[in-house]
Structures are given as C-alpha cells and as structure tokens.
C-alpha cells in the first residue's frame, strides 16, 4: 500500500500522462500547421542529406557559399529531371490515349460480361464506366487537384531550398551557439543528441538514397528489355515510392502491373514477365541487398514503421510517409538520452536493439531500463 502512495511513483505517472496529453497536442499542431511545419521540415532532412556533401566541398578548399550553392543546384537539377521526365510521360500518354482508350475498352468488355455488368457499344469507355461508378467525375476531380497540387509544389519547392540554404549556413555555427546558450551546463548533452541525429539521418538518407537509385535503374533496365512503354517513368516512380518503408515498392509493382495489363492484353506473357521483374527486383534489392547495407542502424521494430506510416501519412499524406521512418528515428534518439522517457525508446526499438541494450546493461552490472 505504501509503494502505491509513494509520491515519486505519483510523480512519474503524472510525468507521463502529461507527456501524453503533449504528444496529442503535438499531433494537432503539426496537422493544422502544415503547410507551415512541413516545409521546414523538409528542408531540414535535405539539409542533413547535403551536409557531408557542403563538408567535402570545403575540405576541397571551397567557401562555404560556394559549397552551399553547388549543393542547391544539385537538388535543383535532380527537381528539374524528375518534371521533365514526368511532363514529357505525360504528353506521351495523352498522346497515345485514344489506343489506351480502345483497349482499356476490351478490357472492360471482358470484365462485363464476367460480373454481368451493363455495357453500350455506342458509349466511350468512361461512358460505360460513368453509368457504374461515377468515374468521370472522379476523374475531373482527380485532374484539378493534380494541377493545383503542381502549382503548390513549385511553391512550397522554393521554400524548402531557401531554408536548407539557411539551414546549411547555421550548420557551422549551431555548436557554439549551444555552448553559449546554455553556459556548458547541458551544452554536452545537447550537442550528442544533435550529432546522433545528424549522423543517423545522414547514414540513412545516403542509404536509402542510392538502394531507391539502384532499384529504379534495374526496374527501367528490365521493363526496355520487355518492351513495356515508358520505362524511364516507372523507375522513377520505383525510386520515388522506394523511400516508403514496405508498402511503397507494393504501391509501385501494382501500377507497372496495371500498365502491363494494359498495354500487352490479351497476351499473358509480356504481363507475367513484367510481374516478376518488379517482385524479383523488390525481393532482391529491398530484402536481401538492403538490410545488409543498411543494417540494423535505426533499431526501429517492424510494427513501430508500420505504425508511424499510419501516424505520419495521416498527419502529412504523402510526403509524411516518406518523412515517417526519419521521424520515429529522431523522436527514438530523443527519448534514448532523456531518462524519464527511456522506456519509450526502448518501446520503440527492434528486437536486436534491445538485445544489445540488455547485453550492455549486464556487462555494466546495471538494470537495462531506466534507473
């Protein structure tokens, strides 16, 4: 009865019930304030992306502006190639839209007659589609957020490169600011937690960069060997999805499987190949080739990914499931080097981190949660 009155277990629960009550009020905050968060945010991690890059420019004996500038204009051009193939793709496919038309239209026939659906021979094929689903509709809906959305990446483009150039110069001063903000007093720890952020996040941004460059370069290089339309496209969009953890490279093999199907019908060859390319490619790179590069770095359990992707791509759709693996990181790292939130770390982490945590605290003869 004592230990349940004992007020320093009072205290630690209401620690972390308002702990909890915080990270709410958090996630509320970063959901109305996106439009302002995320950018910063994003130039945040593309500034920890370039950092070794300014860093090894500088040892070249470059000034750091310059520096600076080269890495802005290596994100520029990477933008830039990714519009021009996407625009070009797309005034490709209108291009070809009345041969796309005609055999989604066979397709659809097929279809009919097996789930005994309506279909006119008079109508196009949105038309037939417009009776069953309202698709058209969708369709104009889909087509006017799209143009909007363009416009607002532009935008929000030339945000995120003005704050990673500012970000990038603060790089070189932010230690001593913290020596002089807090008098040395927490200056130590602050600047640990900065520099496992900076150093975990640059290891896997690099990582996961050029396993996404490698897998969408073998993925355009298998679909040109089939023949499938627009290879150049779907490696990109490979490269693009590949940074989301698990359901990205899913994502992407259902839409060149699509495309096949489309393209191919009604022969099932070229359709099964293509298939088989894109598993091959995924089970290859993303399970055997990947985890061996990368490790187990981030220490991060399979279910907390799959979680933070629900968490994040709720709070910032799309880009908030590129950006979910970056952030369950930071908050880990954070919560490892504060001692109330320790169990929280510990939560978060994957089996083999724990492992070596336990290890480590029997080696020291100490308790391997918080004390």
Request: hydrophobic fraction near 55%; charged fraction near 15%.
């Amino acid at each position: 009865m004592k230990d349940e009155l004992d007020p320093s277990h009072l205290r630690k629960g209401m620690v972390l019930f308002l702990v909890f009550i915080t990270c709410i009020s958090v996630g509320v905050m970063l959901k109305f304030t996106a439009p302002v968060i995320l950018p910063f945010t994003i130039s945040l991690f593309l500034a920890m992306a370039m950092n070794p890059i300014v860093v090894l420019l500088e040892r070249w004996r470059l000034p750091r502006i310059v520096s600076i500038l080269l890495a802005i204009g290596i994100i520029i051009a990477g933008l830039y190639l990714i519009g021009a193939v996407l625009f070009s793709s797309a005034r490709t496919i209108l291009t070809l839209y009345p041969r796309y038309e005609r055999r989604l239209t066979e397709i659809y026939v097929t279809l009919a007659g097996f789930f005994e659906l309506s279909y006119d021979a008079q109508l196009s094929f949105f038309d037939n589609l417009w009776s069953q689903w309202g698709v058209r509709s969708r369709i104009r809906g889909m087509t006017l957020s799209l143009s909007n959305g363009f416009i607002g990446f532009l935008r929000e483009a030339l945000m995120v490169v003005l704050f990673m150039a500012f970000l990038l110069l603060e790089t070189a001063f932010f230690k001593d600011k913290i020596d002089l903000a807090f008098e040395h007093k927490r200056s130590g720890q602050i600047k640990k937690i900065g520099a496992d952020v900076v150093r975990q996040m640059s290891r896997y941004l690099s990582a996961k960069f050029f396993i996404s460059l490698a897998t969408g370069v073998t993925v355009t290089i298998g679909l040109s060997l089939i023949g499938l339309e627009f290879p150049v496209l779907w490696g990109l969009i490979q490269f693009i999805l590949n940074f989301i953890p698990n359901i990205g490279s899913i994502a992407a093999g259902t839409g060149v499987g699509l495309f096949a199907l489309l393209q191919f019908w009604p022969e099932p060859g070229p359709i099964i190949v293509t298939v088989l390319i894109m598993l091959g490619v995924n089970m290859i790179i993303g399970n055997i080739l990947e985890p061996k590069i990368m490790g187990d770095n981030l220490g991060i359990a399979p279910i907390v990914v799959l979680m933070s992707l629900m968490l994040w791509g709720w709070l910032w759709g799309f880009v908030g499931l590129i950006l979910a693996v970056p952030m369950t990181v930071i908050i880990k790292i954070l919560c490892e080097n504060i001692p109330m939130l320790e169990p929280v770390s510990i939560l978060l982490g994957s089996r083999k981190a724990v492992l070596a945590k336990k290890a480590e605290a029997q080696a020291t003869g100490q308790s391997p949660g918080p004390a």
